[in-house]
């Protein structure tokens, strides 16, 4: 009985002690929980807002970091107003945006596939596909001491999704007639967070641009829109004067979808271009050829470049225009095996990068390396194609944009070291050094040399351009020539992208040789632009020289010279070239003092190669049609020679090649207007012991510089 | 002598189970919570406070009515403010809201920007008369955040008031 009645009151003290404790939960209850769904919806409220802010800023800027950065300081500081706020509730919050949360499960959307891929890092942005989101992730947690509330934890999830339907339906459509135009039509569907569709969108809400071929500008396209509820959308398009786009262009479009809390997201109906180039230099070559390797050019309008020519496109095919997204978004894969070889194609990325030219295409702006824009029609997309294997002639490269926002810039492969007056450029096959500052050095008469390997040393080659005129040495009526008398002159610009380099200058400065003295008006202007790809055999040079009053000099005027030896010591031991008619002459330089040569020691039947080698080391300039063209004719035929010398010091080996080769009488004058302008490889090798010259490097790869052996393009197509 | 005993026991358990209950009723008495009718009204005007403001929060109420794009007050969003409050406040209710805009302060906290609230008011937006709140019969507080589009982080301090008790 006692017993009994122990058992009752302690079950009546338990149930007791429960009733308060659940009275006294139900009253936290109220306050806690306005207190936390507050924060919950603010959280979300500059979410959207960071996440809209970060949209625009990135569309706008083309480059994540300021962004980001922004984001992250818009996310911390509203973190910071909210302790602050409710720090007299006594609520301690922790927020987290390291986590990541996947939001686009891998999948197929009408012939796009896409990875698994997630939001992390706080914001996220796939783009420039036919599946594109933005998206922002971020936790918190909360505990309110004061109340007894502890652990509570909360996500959140911010996006937009864009879905279009860009394959089969959309690539094979005829169009809808509306009022007699033809419009195509592009399907979307566009969700935001928790699948929720978003369905409150208009006109205002889209863009889409496609590419006017008559200007060579993306423009923007003419919309209807049509919302067709549940979040799905059929975009009606025509051309910005409400006309059909034309046939060639309206599959490429880029759309740009802005929900009404201000969050971007950009998707195009297209994630590649795939190019078919055939190279034409070395088809007659049936072993390996492992430095043919093009430097090419891509403009936004689908048309490619090899030394500024645009390349010959076969039959009907017609170019397809590059999308303006980030330039750091552009890579380029490339086939090895042939056009068939499909694996490579999908993962072989080969060198590329993005340059900035001015609006002539022609020379290159200061911000030639600048990758924080969007690709645009004053840029070049260059990349490096390669013909190495035995049989190879027909490559495909692939132009793709990746989708993944945080795209890293290329990695820098191409290196530049400043060594006092000198400018040495190392592309991972040579060093080119330039005087870069004046043009020309005091004493010396060169302005570019190659050396090879990745620093400058003694084995190397000069050059000097466009040497012309001499005067009596020692002045003023000395027994013996210096010459060139004047040389172009100017500070060489130099800037490095990842994979290429340029030095460029435009000016008419003038140096006179034998003064040592330089002056910013000659009789000339001259455009020289030197472009180093990386890891190639060879650099590119342009030059662009008009001259603009009548000079007259004494006799003598070369193109390009190539030097070795001098002050650095260094002698090349042979020369060589190719004759008109495709065989090669080569003897070795005089082993004493040659002296001055008259013109007759020179040769006139050159062909497109001429060199300075040894067993070891051997470099070569290979002109252009161009260039032997304007050296013919600049005084007319039979007066161009190729002069191999020794300086009359014997201190210097020279290959000169001359339209009006050294003499010692007379004087020669160069009218006003009269152009030079010609392009040119220079390739380094490996040295030679002279044989039939058949295998020799000069012979084998001359072609890649002459016009008629241009690649050309055999097919492009694009893909999702 | 077996029989005393067991009476003995007897009136010991009695005494002891009126012991406990006497202690148990006189500790319920002070465990109690306070007057429900209090404490459930403040509950409730804090609750009406956060249904308030929030379901104006929902409505993107705060993003044009009081801070314009570039963050500057907007001319005359008080009385806005005021009259909006004022039609959604039932007879016997009567409120006081001070407004802040969370800024960063030119100070530092261990090397993070410090973040303060700087208030926006310039007069007191209210229904009541001065003194009010001093002889109401339950107040209650209310903390309230809110951003707007434009990334201004507004606090609200809703202080709301029965004039006379339930």
């Known amino acids: 009985m006692a017993a009994l009645v122990m058992v009752l009151l302690i079950f009546s003290v338990a149930i007791s002690v429960y009733n308060a404790q659940t009275q006294y939960q139900q009253l936290l209850y109220d306050q806690t929980s306005q207190v936390i769904q507050n924060l919950r919806e603010d959280f979300g409220r500059a979410l959207v807002d960071v996440l809209a802010n970060f949209t625009q800023s990135y569309s706008q800027l083309a480059e994540m970091e300021t962004p980001r950065f922004r984001a992250f300081d818009m996310y911390t500081f509203w973190t910071a107003a909210a302790a602050r706020s409710f720090a007299p509730e006594g609520i301690q919050l922790t927020f987290n945006t390291s986590g990541q949360e996947l939001v686009q499960p891998a999948g197929t959307f009408f012939g796009y596939s896409t990875p698994n891929e997630y939001v992390g890092n706080l914001t996220k942005l796939y783009w420039y596909a ?46 809808t007639s509306i009022n007699g135009v033809t419009y195509y039509q592009l399907n979307l569907t566009i969700n935001r967070e928790n699948g929720v569709m978003v369905d409150d969108l208009g006109a205002s809400n889209f863009r889409v641009e496609y590419y006017d071929q008559p200007s060579n500008l993306w423009m923007n396209a003419t919309l209807i829109v049509g919302n067709n509820g549940g979040g799905n959308y059929t975009l009606y398009v025509a051309n910005a004067n409400g006309q059909m786009i034309p046939q060639t262009y309206w599959k490429y479009l880029m759309l740009f979808t802005q929900d009404n809390r201000g969050i971007i997201v950009e998707s195009y109906t297209y994630t590649y271009i795939d190019y078919t180039i055939q190279e034409n230099a070395l088809t007659s070559v049936s072993g390996s050829k492992p430095d043919e390797t093009y430097d090419l050019e891509m403009l936004d309008n689908g048309t490619m470049l090899w030394y500024n020519t645009p390349l010959v496109v076969s039959g009907s095919v017609n170019p397809i225009p590059i999308p303006l997204a980030p330039v750091k978004q552009f890579r380029v894969n490339s086939t090895v095996n042939g ?41 070049k997309l260059v990349f490096e194609i390669n013909y190495g294997n035995a049989g190879i002639h027909q490559q495909t490269a692939r132009i793709c944009w990746l989708t993944d926002g945080d795209a890293a810039i290329p990695a820098p492969l191409v290196n530049i070291t400043i060594n006092g007056q000198f400018t040495d450029i190392t592309n991972g096959q040579y ?17 570019m040399s190659m050396s090879p390997g990745t620093s400058y040393g003694s084995e190397h080659i000069e050059y000097t351009l466009t040497g012309v005129g001499w005067s009596p040495y020692p002045p003023p009526n000395g027994a013996g020539s210096w010459f060139p008398d004047i040389l172009p002159y100017g500070t060489w610009t130099i800037i490095a992208g990842p994979i290429r380099a340029v030095a460029f200058r435009d000016t008419s400065a003038v140096w006179g040789s034998l003064n040592n003295t330089g002056s910013a008006n000659g009789p000339w202007s001259h455009n020289e632009t030197i472009l180093i790809p990386y890891n190639t055999k060879y650099w590119q040079l342009y030059e662009n020289l008009h001259w603009t009053t009548t000079y007259t000099d004494n006799v003598y005027y070369d193109f390009l010279t190539m030097i070795s030896g001098g002050a650095q010591g260094g002698y090349v031991a042979n020369w060589a070239y190719q004759t008109a008619t495709g065989g090669v002459r080569w003897n070795s330089f005089a082993s004493t003092n040659g002296g001055s040569p008259a013109a007759s020691n020179g040769y006139t039947d050159f062909g497109y190669w001429y060199s300075q080698f040894q067993s070891d080391f051997g470099e070569a300039v290979m002109p252009s049609t161009a260039f032997v063209n304007s050296l013919t004719n600049m005084f007319g035929h039979g ?71 241009y690649p050309t393009i055999m097919n492009i197509t694009a893909g999702i | 002598m077996k029989q005393r005993r067991g009476i003995a026991r007897l009136i010991e358990v009695i005494l002891a189970s009126v012991l406990l209950t006497s202690s148990l009723s006189i500790s319920y008495y002070y465990l109690r919570p306070a007057n429900p009718n209090v404490q459930r009204g403040i509950d409730d005007l804090d609750k009406y406070g956060f249904d308030l403001l929030g379901s104006l929060a929902q409505k993107g109420g705060f993003d044009d009515t009081i801070l314009n794009q570039t963050g500057a007050p907007l001319p005359d969003w008080q009385h806005q403010l005021q009259i909006a409050l004022g039609s959604m406040m039932p007879v016997g209710l009567i409120f006081n809201v001070t407004v802040y805009e969370a800024v960063y302060s030119s100070g530092s906290i261990s090397g993070s920007d410090l973040v303060v609230l700087n208030l926006l008011n310039t007069q007191n937006i209210t229904n009541s008369v001065p003194g009010a709140f001093s002889y109401a019969a339950q107040v209650s507080q209310v903390t309230f955040v809110y951003t707007t589009s434009s990334f201004y982080t507004l606090v609200f301090l809703l202080q709301l008031a029965r004039t006379s008790a339930r």
């Open chain 1, 431 to 447: 060093t080119l050094r330039l005087v870069a500052n004046g043009g020309y050095s005091v004493a010396i008469d060169w302005s």
């Open chain 1, 130 to 175: 036919p599946q594109s989101f933005s998206a922002i992730y971020s936790t918190f947690d909360a505990n309110i001491t004061a109340l007894g509330f502890y652990d509570w934890h909360e996500e959140g999830l911010y996006l937009l999704n864009v879905t279009m339907d860009a394959g089969p339906d959309f690539q094979t459509q005829s169009g």
């Open chain 1, 639 to 709: 007066n161009a020679h190729l002069t191999p010398w020794v300086s009359g010091d014997y201190s210097r080996h020279v290959l000169d090649d001359d339209a009006m080769p050294f003499t010692t009488t007379g004087t020669m004058t160069l009218k006003a207007n009269t152009p030079e302008v010609w392009t040119a490889g220079i390739w380094l090798f490996n040295g030679y012991t002279p044989g039939t010259f058949s295998d020799s490097a000069p012979q084998i790869y001359y072609k890649m510089f002459v016009e008629q052996y």
């Open chain 1, 339 to 379: 056009p068939s070889d499909l694996t490579n194609l999908a993962s072989n990325t080969v060198p590329s990068q993005v340059e900035v030219w001015n609006p002539d295409l022609l020379t290159p702006s200061l911000q030639f390396a600048n990758w924080q824009l969007r690709f645009n029609s004053s840029e």
